[in-house]
């Protein structure tokens, strides 16, 4: 397995990345379970999740799943690094989605119970937030980091505006900023290499690429 830095982080990861949006819903438990144990046999050190997953809204079926996988021991959750994210409606509270300071503080909580863990490795906002400002969204995650909750912050379906003004508003405030961009990116959609990734590439951010076979259309 080869591994690459984490954007312009110190943090390695595994150049192939688990996405785990199937736990659950089409992988049993304990498929999901044999399938995270053999990734990390192939040195796969980097799996992905998202609150939402499961698609069963506010219990987070799939997080709940690699939390009991990760619960096993054996130096499950110290040999990865997980990464998560928050948007998606999680009840019917009005408040309960996005990337507000109320939901994400919610959100990440629900998160870290879920997993069983005390630290998410890479927040993601799932989707841009056009109802709050940058600067409440990027004091929550900033909070969050202070309090050893989240180490990273990054996006998911981003434009390359968005990207810009996140890390430049974070610029201000003297915070990192946003490590990495996940994108739908394969050789069927490759919209993101007009704008997204050459943004990416100036911010010095990863770029995560999601369904890169298409859906399995380029596997057949």
Same mark, same amino acid.
């Given at each position: ?7 312009? %982080? !110190?943090?390695?990861?595994? @150049?192939?990345?688990?996405?785990t ?8 438990? =304990? ?7 053999? =990734?990390?046999e192939? !040195?796969?050190?980097?799996?992905? @999740? /998202? ?31 997980? /990464? @998560?994210k ?14 507000? =300071? ?14 069983? %863990? ?10 841009i ?7 409440? %969204? ?6 969050? #980091?202070?309090?050893?909750?989240? @180490?990273?912050? !990054? ?10 003004? =996140? ?11 946003? #490590? ?26 990863? #770029? ?13």
């Amino acid at each position: 397995m080869e591994y690459v830095r984490l954007g312009r %982080t !110190g943090c390695k990861v595994s @150049t192939l990345c688990l996405g785990t949006m199937n736990f659950g819903p089409y992988a049993s438990e =304990a498929d999901s379970f044999r399938v995270m144990d053999r =990734a990390l046999e192939l !040195g796969i050190n980097f799996f992905d @999740t /998202a609150n939402v997953y499961g698609f069963d809204m506010g219990r987070g079926l799939t997080e709940e799943i690699i939390g009991r996988w990760m619960a096993q021991g054996g130096g499950r959750r110290e040999k990865i690094v997980l /990464a @998560t994210k928050v948007y998606g409606h999680m009840s019917d509270d009005v408040n309960d989605r996005g990337c507000s =300071a109320y939901h994400i503080r919610r959100a990440v909580e629900a998160s870290l119970r879920r997993m069983k %863990t005390d630290h998410i490795d890479l927040y993601q906002m799932h989707h841009i937030e056009r109802n709050a400002p940058w600067e409440e %969204t990027r004091q929550a995650m900033e909070q969050l #980091v202070r309090e050893g909750k989240v @180490t990273y912050v !990054g996006s998911s379906n981003f434009a390359a505006w968005n990207i810009a003004q =996140a890390n430049e508003i974070a610029k201000s405030r003297n915070f990192l900023g946003l #490590v990495s961009e996940q994108s739908v990116y394969s050789l069927r959609n490759r919209h993101i290499e007009l704008e997204v990734i050459p943004a990416s590439k100036a911010y010095g951010m990863a #770029v995560l690429p999601w369904s890169p076979l298409g859906g399995g259309l380029l596997c057949g």
